[in-house]
Nanobody, 121 residues
Framework: QVQLVESGGGLVQPGGSLRLSCASSGSFVVITFMGWYRQAPGKERELVAGITGGRSTNYAESVKGRFTISRDNAKNTVYLQMNSLKPEDTAVYYC???????????????WGQGTQVTVSS
């Protein structure tokens, strides 16, 4: 069973930067989508940034120009570079991968356990 492990969260002042990483314990033979979601207290989980198997990217309007998603297939890792952080970016950030670990298996949705990002002075 593949597990996703996020790291890189923490406390940062407004205007600061963080880089989140999401490492997979196993490899994928097919990746349909990799993304970062976040959930703030009392709010629904929302897609922050995503990258398809063809490496097309999309971002939430609120983070465009500040966040960058990237992936390293050799390391089975997806990253989220977050710059110019704002207090409203405070949330638990979750990594998501939709893919197949074996061609005999269907596409599945995998989630990390989440990492807290707090933007505060």
């Amino acid at each position: 069973q593949v597990q996703l492990v996020e790291s890189g969260g923490g406390l940062v002042q407004p205007g600061g930067s963080l880089r989140l990483s999401c490492a997979s314990s196993g490899s994928f033979v097919v990746i349909t989508f990799m993304g970062w979601y976040r959930q703030a207290p009392g709010k629904e989980r929302e897609l922050v940034a995503g990258i398809t198997g063809g490496r097309s990217t999309n971002y939430a309007e609120s983070v465009k120009g500040r966040f960058t998603i990237s992936r390293d297939n050799a390391k089975n890792t997806v990253y989220l570079q977050m710059n110019s952080l704002k207090p409203e970016d405070t949330a638990v950030y979750y990594c998501n991968v939709m893919g197949r670990t074996d061609l005999s298996q269907p596409t599945r949705n995998y989630w990390g356990q989440g990492t807290q990002v707090t933007v505060s002075s």
